[in-house]
């Protein structure tokens, strides 16, 4: 379910092991799915970024590259308070701002505008089938990192996001 917002998760669980259910029935679902997803997130801290995102962010930042978090989540702004990146990135776009979930390039399109950026001027990071498909829909380059990595979609697959620095020195 990576990458596809609450709604269109639970649809998809439904429709494949239940069948058609009411709306009432997927909105109980969602919002108990949303609630085990939040106690989770209490238990995030700033250590729970892994090293390589972190020095990957600060070398971004310091070569002055614009950076901005793209993602179908509402839950977004509380992740990034929780690890302490909350005022990190120069633009934020979740599902609070969007009406469509990836794989449509709404939410990409709407942090390249935050960004003052053209499409074609940005590259999107994605762990997710459907980041990269939203991303290569929105006419920006995508580089693919983890589960994205192996559907060959991306234009750059990063083994680690430190291979991020040596794919920006090469365009």
């Known amino acids: 379910f990576r990458g596809v917002g609450r709604n269109e998760c639970v649809d998809i669980l439904l429709k494949n092991y ?17 609630n085990v997803y939040k106690e989770y997130l209490t238990e995030i801290t700033p250590e729970s970024v892994s090293n390589d995102v972190k020095q990957t962010l600060k070398e971004l930042k310091k070569l002055g590259y614009k950076l901005a978090i793209g993602s179908s989540s509402k839950n977004t702004p509380l ?7 909350d005022k990190f990135f120069d633009a ?4 609070n701002q969007i009406k469509n979930s990836k794989p449509h390039p709404e939410v990409f399109l ?20 459907s980041d990269i498909l939203a991303a290569n ?3 920006m380059l995508s580089a693919s990192i983890g589960y994205a990595s192996t559907v060959n979609l991306g234009d750059y697959k990063l083994n680690t996001l430190l291979d991020l620095l040596n794919v920006l020195k090469s365009i």
Do not use: H
């Open 18 to 34: 239940i069948g058609n259910s009411s709306e009432s029935f997927k909105e109980e679902i969602a919002t108990k799915k949303n």
């Open 79 to 85: 992740i990034l308070e929780r690890i302490g990146y």
């Open 92 to 95: 934020i776009s979740d599902g």
């Open 110 to 129: 709407l942090a390249a505008k935050k960004l003052g950026k053209k499409p074609e001027e940005c590259l999107v990071v994605g762990d997710a089938e």
């Open 137 to 139: 829909s929105a006419g």
